[in-house]
């Protein structure tokens, strides 16, 4: 148990499709993080919300969409993505005087 | 920009040696982590150094950050396998507060 916890773990979907993924954490942390891990390649800063707002987008494209309604909860909505997307996406909480606590991942696969 | 560089990227070694891993950046972080990442899951944080020249100790793991805050190396003795993962460092520095650069990344793996 992290205490953040990402669903779905898998997700298979195509080009034309509307999907989301949801992340939840139980830390009490105020800042939640999305991150893309591709294959050879750094964890990739997608957006950071600190205290709902969000604080930082790191130049996504608009295909990818977050919502952050509260402090413990983030989603990232997918829509009309590319082969390319395909990835691990991960999402993260930590308060001021904690590092990252992340969550186990969504494996994206975009056919 | 901030960045991280590991070396090696990979690296396979039988049980029972010893290894070393490296991280270096050209700049300054006010504090470095490194994580341990196992297929299927999300990165899982082993340390975190903040201070020149500080050394800590995790069992069999060794953690040193640079005297200059530059750079951090990891020593793993007489490794066994459960130890195989990516090793992920990250630095969070003055002008990325809350916002850590990662390095990208060292896959270790230790055959029994």
């Known amino acids: 148990e992290t205490g953040v916890t990402q669903t779905p773990r898998h997700l298979v979907m195509g080009m034309t499709n509307k999907k989301s993924l949801k992340c939840e954490q139980h830390?009490?942390?105020?800042?939640m993080y999305w991150y893309k891990q591709s294959a050879k390649k750094p964890l990739e800063l997608m957006f950071v919300?600190?205290?709902?707002?969000?604080?930082e987008n790191n130049s996504v494209p608009s295909r990818f969409s977050p919502e952050c309604p509260n402090s413990s909860h983030l989603f990232l909505h997918l829509h009309t993505l590319q082969p390319e997307d395909s990835a691990l996406y991960l999402c993260?909480?930590?308060?001021?005087?904690?590092?990252?606590?992340f969550g186990n991942g969504t494996r994206l696969t975009v056919t | 920009t901030q960045l991280l560089e590991q070396s090696p990227q990979f690296l396979s070694i039988q049980e029972g040696e010893n290894l070393t891993v490296y991280c270096n950046s050209s700049?300054?972080?006010?504090?470095l982590q490194w994580y341990r990442q196992e297929p299927g899951e999300g990165p899982v944080l082993l340390v975190t150094?903040?201070?020149?020249?500080e050394v800590k100790k995790l069992k069999r793991l060794t953690f040193q950050f640079g005297d200059a805050r530059k750079d951090s190396s990891l020593h793993i003795t007489a490794a066994q396998p459960g130890d195989t993962g990516l090793y992920l460092c990250?630095?969070?520095?003055?002008?990325?507060?809350?916002?850590?650069?990662f390095g990208d990344g060292t896959t270790l793996t230790v055959k029994p």
């Open positions: 993260a909480s930590r308060s001021p005087v904690s590092p990252l606590h």
């Open positions: 830390l009490g942390h105020n800042a």
């Open positions: 919300y600190n205290f709902k707002e969000q604080t």
């Open positions: 700049s300054v972080f006010s504090s």
């Open positions: 150094v903040v201070t020149g020249g």
């Open positions: 990250a630095g969070e520095g003055n002008t990325n507060a809350g916002k850590s650069t």
